[in-house]
T-cell receptor, first 111, second 112 residues
Framework: RKEVEQDPGPFNVPEGATVAFNCTYS??????FFWYRQDCRKEPKLLMS???SGNEDGRFTAQLNRASQYISLLIRDSKLSDSATYLC????????????FGTGTRLKVLA | NAGVTQTPKFQVLKTGQSMTLQCAQD?????MSWYRQDPGMGLRLIHY???????DQGEVPNGYNVSRSTTEDFPLRLLSAAPSQTSVYFC???????????FGSGTRLTVV
């Protein structure tokens, strides 16, 4: 089993739609979780951290379910500019700094 | 501007040649790493460092060497380039108090 797994997609959604991605992780001792966004031929950039209580940043909501070992990202009111690959990132136990990346979920928002 | 600087942005090598990819950060991060990204494979960790003088292997270290003589710099050396090393290489840094990683803009390497 991969340490971090994501559905590769692509998810093709119309503008204004709500879309959700899930990501599962295998190491129950993992401590930190992030969502990164990567545009075509660009470097990954931090989108948001994922906190145990869930957190929201504008149209984006991230949630963590430790019991089932998955994190999720919800995007409301999708924009064309949201088209990108979304990477799930997990940091194992504290201090290791060995971030584990999922292979990414590709989102295409259609006009 | 603060961040991670990678050079070169593009490089073509012939099989058997060696070269060094440069990475520098000015955020005083103790942690630096090198990833390669191939289609359908995601980001795979090559080598990482938790501070000056300390390096360790990641998931795919074969064919690459690293050193960390200063906090700022973390070069990646390809010893004898092979076509299988054609990829996009990203350097990243992070540290205590930093939120996640900061990535460099990448080096697109082609080995012919």
């Amino acid at each position: 089993r991969k340490e971090v797994e994501q559905d590769p997609g692509p998810f093709n959604v119309p503008e204004g739609a709500t879309v959700a991605f899930n990501c599962t992780y295998s190491n129950s001792a993992s401590q930190s979780f992030f969502w990164y966004r990567q545009d075509c031929r660009k470097e990954p950039k931090l989108l948001m951290s994922v906190y145990s209580s869930g957190n929201e940043d504008g149209r984006f909501t991230a949630q963590l379910n430790r019991a089932s070992q998955y994190i999720s990202l919800l995007i409301r009111d999708s924009k064309l500019s949201d088209s990108a690959t979304y990477l799930c990132v997990v940091m194992p136990p504290p201090g290791t700094y060995k971030y584990i990346f999922g292979t990414g979920t590709r989102l295409k928002v259609l006009a | 501007n603060a961040g991670v600087t990678q050079t070169p942005k593009f490089q073509v090598l012939k099989t058997g040649q060696s070269m060094t990819l440069q990475c520098a950060q000015d955020m005083n991060h103790e942690y630096m790493s090198w990833y390669r990204q191939d289609p359908g494979m995601g980001l795979r960790l090559i080598h990482y460092s938790v501070g000056a003088g300390i390096t360790d292997q990641g998931e795919v270290p074969n064919g690459y060497n690293v050193s960390r003589s200063t906090t700022e710099d973390f070069p990646l050396r390809l010893l004898s380039a092979a076509p299988s090393q054609t990829s996009v290489y990203f350097c990243a840094s992070g540290g205590e108090g930093a939120l996640g990683y900061t990535f460099g803009s990448g080096t697109r390497l082609t080995v012919v």
